[in-house]
């Protein structure tokens, strides 16, 4: 994600009247709540994406340490 501020959308969204109460009692900024848990989820989807997108690779490389080792073990202090 971007460190730099990208120009704000105005969005409507649907939550819970509770949720929504509870967190103005405590005086949570809703707007960045919800920024903050939309930047998780994508943050979620992009590496299970990632992994999907490498599982074979990822399994590969397994298979070839578990078939030869480590390359370099013999140097590992532990």
Known sequence: MSTQQSPRKATNLS??????????SFGV?????????????VVEAKAG???????EALASSNRW?????LPLERYRPF
Do not use: P, T, Y
Request: proline share 0%.
């Open 15 to 24: 939550l819970d009247a509770d949720l929504i109460q509870e967190a103005r």
């Open 29 to 41: 900024n809703i707007s960045q709540a919800a920024e903050a848990g939309v930047r998780r989820a």
């Open 49 to 55: 994406q990632w992994r999907r997108d490498n599982a």
């Open 65 to 69: 340490v578990e078939a030869n080792g």
